[in-house]
């Protein structure tokens, strides 16, 4: 697909192990790594089928998850209920047993999150969203069988957008809205897999499967 180019500097789809683009999340990633040094600790690149026509764009790793074992989604509780979705719905084979070397295999469906590295209170703030934004642009860009793209909350929402240069009052967030981008492109939207999501009722699991069968459907039609 085509996305619009507004900047003339060139990014790959994952941010180099040491990238300095953010003070505040370079200095959490120093502060992690003399405290656990056995954990990964740096930007967490994309897992998945890199000629996928799906790709999930979460909000950024886990203290205790991705920034832990090196993989989105793997070790923390939005993991347990994102993956056990995606292999009812045909996405991934193996067993996810939250580590990387699980022998979990994702299928026509690549996983990124909007900021790579883990923020304080995994909360990123706007500057470090908008620094980590040209690796999104990136790795939408290098996938040439994309068709549908997955964000899970407003944060991811609002930066696929940004990314593909798409007017976001064009496009409000609502759980299981589907959006018609230039094109051809398709953006779904779900409220994030948390565990605060999911303790509190604001997503269920049968809400969430239910954007997994309109995403069947999407890639199906």
Known sequence: MQLKDRTTERFDPEPSPDCGRCSRLEAFRATNRAANPDWFNRPVPGFGDANARLL???LAPGLKGAN???RPFTGDWAGDLLFATLAKFGFADGAYQARPDDGLRLNDVF???AVRCVPPQNKPVG???T????FLAAQIRSMA???LLLALGRIAHDSTLS???EKRSAHAFGHNATHRLEGGLMLVDSYHCSRYNT???RLTVDMFEQVFENIRGLLES
């Open 199 to 201: 303790n509190t009722r």
């Open 111 to 113: 996983i990124t999150n």
């Open 68 to 70: 832990r074992t090196g």
């Open 56 to 58: 999930i764009i979460g």
């Open 127 to 129: 500057a470090e969203i």
């Open 163 to 165: 990314a593909l240069a």
């Open 131 to 134: 620094n980590c934004r040209p």
């Open 145 to 147: 069988k994309l068709r």
